[in-house]
């Protein structure tokens, strides 16, 4: 069951781009944009994710966490991440528990994993997705629709 707009950000935990646990608990209280993409290194996954760098003091500043989640491994992530210097987490999701739980579809015939952004609010509970496989626009519409929510 795909998570809908009114759903609250379900409990889950997963692996960061350090090796470390992440908890969404740690994200209560805060809003939260969490943005599923096929994988590391591509050329539209790595545009999404400098977008999100670029723009991410514009989400603290709105008291925002971007979390970006894709199949790779730890490790991958955490050579992305320092490539490209993103300030962001990053979660592996190597068994696609994660997708399946916020009910991420897949795209091209089911080839390639789905490009989706959820946006929560503070409260936890879902207040815009976005489902495009182009790279482009999910950071401007997440970012309008948390300055929405304050």
């Given at each position: 069951m795909a998570i809908q707009i009114g759903d609250k950000l379900p409990s889950f935990k997963a692996t960061k781009q350090d090796g470390t646990a992440f908890d969404s608990q740690e994200v209560n209280q805060?809003?939260?944009?969490?943005?599923?993409?096929?994988?590391?290194?591509?050329?539209?996954?790595?545009?999404?994710?400098?977008?999100?760098?670029d723009a991410y003091q514009d989400f603290q500043d709105l008291g925002a966490e971007v979390i970006g989640i894709s199949g790779d491994s730890a490790s991958s992530h955490q050579n992305f991440q320092q490539k490209y210097k993103l300030p962001f987490i990053l979660l592996s999701d190597a068994d696609r528990k994660l997708r399946r739980l916020f009910g991420v579809p897949t795209a091209l015939f089911g080839l390639l994993p789905g490009r989706v952004t959820y946006v929560?609010?503070?409260?936890?509970?879902?207040?815009?997705?976005?489902?495009?496989?182009?790279?482009?626009?999910?950071?401007?519409?997440?970012?309008?629709?948390?300055?929405?929510?304050?």
């Open positions: 805060k809003p939260v944009v969490i943005y599923f993409y096929p994988k590391d290194f591509t050329p539209g996954c790595t545009t999404q994710a400098c977008s999100f760098r929560f609010d503070a409260k936890g509970f879902c207040i815009y997705i976005f489902d495009s496989m182009s790279a482009k626009n999910h950071i401007e519409r997440a970012l309008k629709a948390i300055q929405k929510a304050k």
